[in-house]
């Protein structure tokens, strides 16, 4: 079962991918809710291909807090971390994952496409084997249809 505050975080981090979208850039959107699971301490939208929403907020997270807090807290994002993004929160030691739709499922909608080169690998395989055990959830079926619509929206008029 779905802990009841995923949910909203997960929209909310939707309304940030909905905002980069809208700006040019690709649509993911991640934010880093506190450890009281309410408060939303930040948030990123993708940038560029290199700059993807997760590493650059766990990145600004790391220079902010304390690995303890960091620890504590939930970094929340619409799409399953890639390799990169994951390692960036592995090392950013923010101890909880929580994503809407699966790194496989935006395989399925990005096919090919040269902007969006999607590795099949999934965060729990990264995450997993360091030394540092993470709390994971995800994939969020209630979010599903509507994370993926923005990324079927998308991808389909990015040729």
Same mark, same amino acid.
């Given at each position: 079962m779905t802990p009841h505050w995923v949910i909203p975080h997960l929209l909310s981090a939707n309304d940030v991918a909905r905002r980069a979208m809208q700006s040019g850039a690709h649509p993911f959107g991640?934010? %880093?809710?506190?450890?009281?699971?309410t408060t939303v301490l930040d948030e990123q939208g993708n940038l560029d291909t290199v700059q993807h929403a997760e590493s650059v907020l766990a990145a600004r997270a790391y220079? +902010?807090?304390?690995?303890?807090?960091?620890?504590?807290c939930t970094l929340v994002t619409t799409v399953e971390?890639?390799?990169?993004?994951?390692? +960036?929160q592995y090392w950013a030691h923010i101890g909880r994952l929580v994503y809407?739709?699966?790194?496989?499922? %935006? %395989?399925?909608y990005t096919g090919n496409h040269s902007e969006n080169p999607t590795m099949d690998l999934s965060s729990r395989v990264v995450l997993g084997s360091g030394q540092k055990r993470f709390e994971i959830i995800g994939p969020v079926p209630e979010v599903r249809q509507e994370i993926a619509q923005l990324h079927q929206t998308f991808w389909l008029t990015r040729g």
């Open positions: 991640a934010i %880093l809710v506190a450890p009281d699971q220079a +902010t807090y304390e690995a303890e807090f960091l620890w504590q971390p890639c390799a990169m993004c994951s390692g +960036t809407g739709l699966s790194e496989r499922d %935006l %395989l399925d």
